[in-house]
């Protein structure tokens, strides 16, 4: 799996757009981006994934670049808890179905 | 949307006994099941794979004899501790594959359990 870059931190006002960043220059043709997010002292959840064209579901946007190297995750009205470590993480949707977690990054959502 | 759940959510023991983690999906079949290990402030580590009806696969340094995992159907996966000591207090997550009909590879994660060893 390719690997990811995040920011380790980030602080977002409530109720404006959190925008987090990922970079993966290293992504393969058939390896999608995947965001989970896990919130303190419970299991990680999945968020939203892509390949190549923008995403949205119920909560969040996701926004990858045509050169596929980088993406960003928005929460569009950040919320209290929405406080949470965001992981980005590369991988094939077929193929090895393990996920590797890297750092993430820590964002806060401030009142 | 899938469910995992994960019993006991905490476990506090003496050093030198086995703790036994249990993991279940709740409204799907999961042939594969994976668990982590998580230190404070720390990321997921993943320990091992669980494949249902055969012998789980380890992660590089895990001890396979320490963590005993078992998979005995396709909606049931344990990991036990044995003779767990401090060092080995931490908290343990599962995780399952969700088929999503967009045939996304989702993995559905547990509450985690969180083992503290006395």
């Known amino acids: 799996d390719a690997k990811t870059t995040q920011p380790p931190s980030m602080d977002c006002a409530e109720g404006r757009a959190a925008n987090l960043p990922c970079n993966h220059s290293?992504?393969?043709?058939?390896?999608?981006v995947y965001w989970y997010r896990q919130i303190h002292s419970q299991g990680p959840q999945y968020i939203i994934h892509?390949?190549?064209n923008n995403e949205t579901n119920e909560m969040a946007s996701l926004i990858i670049t045509e050169d596929r190297k980088s993406s960003t995750l928005i929460l569009p009205h950040a919320t209290l808890r929405d406080t949470a470590v965001y992981y980005c993480?590369?991988?094939?949707?077929?193929?090895?179905?393990?996920?590797?977690f890297g750092t993430g990054t820590r964002l806060t959502i401030i009142p | 949307g899938a469910v995992v759940s994960q019993h006991p959510s905490w476990v506090i023991c003496k050093s030198g006994t086995s703790v036994k983690i249990e993991c279940r999906s709740l409204?799907?079949?999961?042939?594969?099941m994976f668990w982590y290990r998580q230190f404070p402030k720390q990321s997921l580590m993943l320990m091992a794979t669980?494949?249902?009806?055969?012998?789980?696969?380890?992660e590089q340094g895990v001890e396979k004899d320490k963590f005993l995992i078992n998979h005995a159907s396709l909606t049931l996966s344990t990991l036990t501790v044995t003779s767990a000591h401090p060092e080995d207090s931490s908290f343990y997550i599962c995780?399952?594959?969700?088929?999503?009909?967009?045939?996304?590879?989702?993995?559905?994660f547990g509450a985690g359990s969180r083992l503290t060893v006395l």
């Open positions: 995780s399952a594959r969700d088929w999503r009909p967009s045939g996304a590879n989702v993995l559905t």
């Open positions: 290293t992504i393969s043709g058939n390896e999608y």
């Open positions: 892509g390949l190549k």
């Open positions: 993480i590369v991988r094939a949707i077929l193929g090895n179905e393990k996920l590797t």
């Open positions: 409204d799907f079949q999961a042939t594969t």
């Open positions: 669980s494949n249902e009806g055969s012998k789980a696969t380890y």
